[in-house]
Every structure is written in structure tokens, then in C-alpha cells.
């Protein structure tokens, strides 16, 4: 009789326990009304974006010295030689040693053969190419054409840039952000919603300017020694921001 007094104790105080813990739960639950099924925020997501245009006072190029001979010693020789005199040529622009950096020099061997495929010997080419920073670019095309004049052979490209970019990259931000809220005002009017606080403002691009091409183009030509007409014309640095609004 003892044992089953005890044992109807036990499952009295276990009923007692649940219910309880029961009721908390379900005082939680009341205290936090809607906990996960509220509404998510109303938000409008708009992007905008802004341009900039900075006149370039940098220019870089790469200027190249190849030649071919059957004999690679011959090939390396001739080739030192040249890139020797293309080097003196650049001194007379005063141009610091610091903005040249050898970027490839590099000796191939091409086997020839004859019309009826039989290989006839080899041709070794030998290529050495050198990266010039110019900060007057005024003597670009001057540079380049004395450059020539001393054996030079290979002029891979010339590219424009601004050494300090921070104005521009500022206005066209500021030009962005602006273009962004004027669209976000027209969507919202639109829409007949209200414009809240701005949740997120993300901003993209202004790395690297882009040059504005014209009809006339970039001129490389010209004879050994004499000056090619170069434009560096403008360049654009592009900035877009993503901005998100709430909405009422």
C-alpha cells in the first residue's frame, strides 16, 4: 500500500512540473505577440550613376627591341646593342631610372623548312621590352620617335592616366548618390509611397579611368627618329552606388 502511495506522489509532482513549464511557455508566447510571422520591412532598392573627367599627366608604354638572327649569340648581340642606344635615347628626356622596368626579355628558337618540309636550320628571335612611366606627357610622341630612331621595333601600347585621381573619384560619387536619390524620388512619387531612412549604401567602380576614343584617334606612325602625333584626349572614371530606402 506504501509502494503505490509513493508512486501516485511521484506522478502527481511529474503532472505538476509539465504543467507548469506548460504555462510558462504559454506566457512567453503572449508576452511576444506575432514572434515569426511579422512583416518584413518595405523597402525600394535603386541604383545610380555618376561620371567624372580627369585630363591625364601620366603615360605608359612599352617599347621593345626584336631581333632574328641563326646564330643566338649573334641574336643576343645585335638585340643588347639596339636596346643599349634606346636606352641613351630615353636618358635625354631626363626620364628617371626608376620609371623603366625591363618586362620581358626572352630568347625563341623557330626551326625553318623548306618547301618540301625538310627543316633547313633555326632562327633564334630575341625580344627585350621595357615598361617607361612618362610624368611630361608632352614628350610622349617624342619619346617614342627617338625611341625608334635608336632601333626600337616594337611599341605595344600607350596608355593615359591621372596621378591623383581622389577629386574626381569624389565628384562622381557625390554625382551618383545623386543621380541614385533622384531615381528613388521619382519611383516613390510613382508608387504614391513615402521615402524612409536609407538602410544600405553600397558603391562600385572608380578603379581605373577609361579613355574617351574621338574619330581622329591615336596616331603611331611616322618616321625613325621623328616625333608621332599622340592625343591623350580625356579620361572617365565611373562610379555606380546601390542605396535602399525604406518606404511608408
Known amino acids: 500500500m506504501r509502494k503505490k502511495l509513493l508512486l501516485i506522489t511521484g506522478l502527481m509532482l511529474v503532472a505538476a512540473l509539465i504543467s507548469a513549464f506548460s504555462s510558462a511557455a504559454d506566457a512567453q508566447a503572449v508576452s511576444q505577440p506575432g514572434q515569426g510571422t511579422e512583416t518584413p520591412p518595405r523597402q525600394l532598392n535603386v541604383t545610380g550613376t555618376g561620371k567624372a573627367f580627369v585630363t591625364p599627366d601620366v603615360a605608359y608604354i612599352n617599347i ?13 648581340a645585335s638585340n643588347n646593342t639596339r636596346s643599349q642606344k634606346v636606352a641613351e635615347a630615353l636618358k635625354k628626356f631626363k626620364v628617371d631610372p626608376k620609371d623603366i622596368q625591363t618586362t620581358n626579355f626572352s630568347i625563341f628558337p623557330q626551326q625553318q623548312y623548306d618547301q618540301n618540309g625538310k627543316m633547313t ?12 612611366t612618362l610624368r611630361d ?4 610622341g617624342e619619346v617614342i620617335g627617338a625611341a625608334v630612331g635608336a632601333g626600337a621595333n616594337s611599341i605595344n601600347s600607350i596608355q593615359f592616366d591621372a596621378a591623383d585621381r581622389s577629386k574626381a573619384l569624389s565628384e562622381a560619387r557625390k554625382s551618383a548618390v545623386a543621380d541614385a536619390l533622384a531615381t528613388a524620388k521619382e519611383l516613390a512619387a510613382a508608387a504614391g509611397v513615402t521615402l524612409g531612412e536609407i538602410q544600405m549604401i553600397n558603391s562600385y567602380g572608380g578603379g581605373v579611368p577609361v579613355p ?6 591615336y596616331g603611331y606612325g611616322g618616321g625613325a627618329g621623328a616625333p608621332v602625333p ?3 584626349g580625356q579620361l572617365v572614371l565611373t562610379v555606380d552606388v546601390n542605396i535602399v530606402f525604406l518606404i511608408k
Open 230 to 232: 599622340v592625343s591623350p
Open 121 to 132: 636550320g633555326i632562327i633564334y628571335f630575341v625580344d627585350n621590352t621595357v615598361f617607361v
Open 137 to 140: 606627357i608632352s614628350q610622349v
Open 64 to 76: 621593345g627591341v626584336h631581333t632574328e638572327n641563326d646564330d643566338a649569340a649573334e641574336a643576343v
Open 212 to 217: 574617351i576614343y574621338d574619330a581622329k584617334g
